[in-house]
């Protein structure tokens, strides 16, 4: 079955500094990988995608993340973190073949101090 | 493109009381799933649909709830009784799935603002 582990609960970061949020997914074929992130009182938004090709994904916001097989992960990146990017941030993953529900991680709380 | 529409956006109800929450899905998608966020549990989904039938209702905590999808553009979720563990924001996505073993978007889900439910 698929799994989603965020091993990080809580990052708290200075603004400017670089950021990353480390996502690890169980799956024994080619999954399909997503990071959402929720601000506080809103639903979720779709930061970036992998579905195949480039391993490394631009989103919005400048986030970035790259999917490593060998690994099993798909680490989300910033170079320089804003304040606005004060959230929570879901990595889950998805599977072509079979049901088309998505599983989510436990999420990340990511703390932005000036 | 007015996104996923969830209403209410806050409810208040007392225990034992029914409530309805109501989800209109992005047109032309073919999928919707019921998320229930809290706290302690996270993100749990409850139920999905594709093409308006029931999938996987595995999540559903019990019988107190129900959900239904009429049509393509619009679904409920219900509790009766409602309870004071109930009280969560309830997010309703949707998405445009190409079947089974077919490439494309993929499963991205859009998700809708919620609904925070609060049983007193």
């Known amino acids: 079955a698929q799994s989603v582990t965020q091993p990080d609960i809580h990052i708290t970061v200075s603004e400017g500094a670089s950021l990353e949020l480390r996502c690890n997914y169980s799956y024994g074929a080619t999954p399909y990988l997503f990071w959402y992130v929720q601000s506080p009182g809103q639903g979720l938004q779709l930061l970036l995608k992998?579905?195949?090709?480039?391993?490394l994904v631009q989103g919005i916001k400048g986030f970035e993340a790259e999917f490593k097989r060998s690994q099993s992960s798909f680490n989300l990146r910033k170079p320089s973190v804003h304040w606005s990017d004060a959230a929570e941030y879901f990595c889950a993953v998805g599977t072509l073949r079979g049901a088309n529900n998505l599983f989510f991680g436990t999420g990340t709380r990511l703390t932005v101090i000036p | 493109d007015a996104g996923v529409i969830q209403s209410p956006r806050h409810e208040v109800t007392e225990m034992g009381q029914e409530v309805t929450l109501r989800c209109k899905p992005i047109s032309g998608h073919n999928s919707l799933f019921w998320y229930r966020q809290t706290m302690m549990r996270g993100l749990e989904l409850l139920i999905y649909?594709?093409?308006?039938?029931?999938?996987?209702d595995s999540g559903m905590p019990e019988d107190r709830f129900s959900a239904k999808m009429p049509n393509a553009s619009f679904s409920t979720l219900k509790i009766q009784p409602s309870e004071p563990r109930d009280s969560a924001v309830y997010f309703c996505?949707?998405?445009?799935?190409?079947?089974?073993?077919?490439?494309?978007?993929?499963?991205?889900?859009?998700f809708g603002p919620g609904t925070r439910l609060t049983v007193l």
């Open positions: 996505a949707s998405s445009l799935f190409a079947g089974e073993g077919v490439s494309g978007r993929g499963n991205e889900q859009f």
């Open positions: 992998y579905f195949s090709g480039d391993t």
């Open positions: 649909f594709n093409n308006n039938v029931p999938i996987d």
